[in-house]
């Protein structure tokens, strides 16, 4: 019988990963999180903004920028030592996503920037979320789509982080989740990470370059639903 995963073993993970330098840095540059972010905008200057799962605080940076009172919250202690130094304007604490350590109805936006999926319990994450934020609140839901092409291409779903915890859900499944939430979907997009990261000239070799262009090339047909996360935009279902 496979042992119970714990939330000690997930931050170890992360810890081990992820944040085994002080000086470890976000997987993809800040320009990539000012861009995903300005699916939230416009944004009220002032306003409270809570990223789920901060890791070393590229969203708390781009939220800060935007004028906006930034709070984090990661399971890694490390994380949190890092995005204090990285943001200081920031309020990182070490937490759960599943248990938020913030008043009810205090937040105006909540981001979850590729981390819900590797929550031990998605639902009860959500229900905090209801909780912490505003009636009139923006969520900013990042997840994996099980439908992605080149997971089925391959035959081989998910990533690595699988070995503690991911929910691979398809564009309804994903939809239908919020919504018994009472988290309403108002806009989704695709991540433009996967088609931007490919450099096409990384590597001389011909056949490299010509597969690297045919990929960046599919990207620009792809629908929606077979595309690599999705970036969910929502409110709640009794705001306006």
């Not at 903004?49 to 004028?67: E, H, N, R």
């Not at 990182?92 to 913030?102: D, N």
């Amino acid at each position: 019988m496979n042992k119970e995963i714990t939330q000690q073993d997930v931050a170890r993970f992360y810890d081990d990963t992820y944040y085994k330098s002080e000086t470890a840095h976000a997987i993809r540059p800040l320009s990539h999180y000012h861009e995903v972010f300005d699916f939230l905008r416009p944004v009220e200057k002032g306003g409270t903004c809570l990223d789920v799962g901060c890791g070393t605080g590229p969203f708390l940076k781009v939220a800060v920028d935007a004028g906006l009172n930034a709070y984090g919250i990661d399971i890694s202690q490390k994380a949190v030592d890092i995005s204090k130094r990285n943001v200081p304007q920031a309020s990182v604490v070490i937490g759960v996503g599943e248990e938020l350590p913030f008043a009810d109805k205090f937040f105006d936006y909540i981001l979850y920037g590729g981390t819900l999926e590797h929550f031990l319990d998605v639902d009860k994450g959500l229900k905090e979320a209801v909780r912490v934020t505003k009636d009139s609140a923006t969520f900013m839901i990042i997840v994996p789509n099980k439908n992605y092409w080149l997971w089925r291409v391959r035959g081989s779903y998910g990533t690595h982080q699988s070995e503690v915890k991911e929910l691979l859900l398809d564009f309804d499944a994903w939809w239908s989740l919020f919504a018994r939430h009472g988290i309403k979907a108002v806009d989704v997009h695709q991540d433009p990470w996967p088609w931007q990261s490919v450099e096409i000239f990384k590597y001389k070799n011909p056949w490299k370059i010509l597969r690297r262009t045919l990929y960046r090339f599919v990207w620009l047909f792809i629908p929606l639903r077979w595309t690599y996360q999705f970036v969910f935009i929502c409110k709640k279902q009794n705001s306006s």
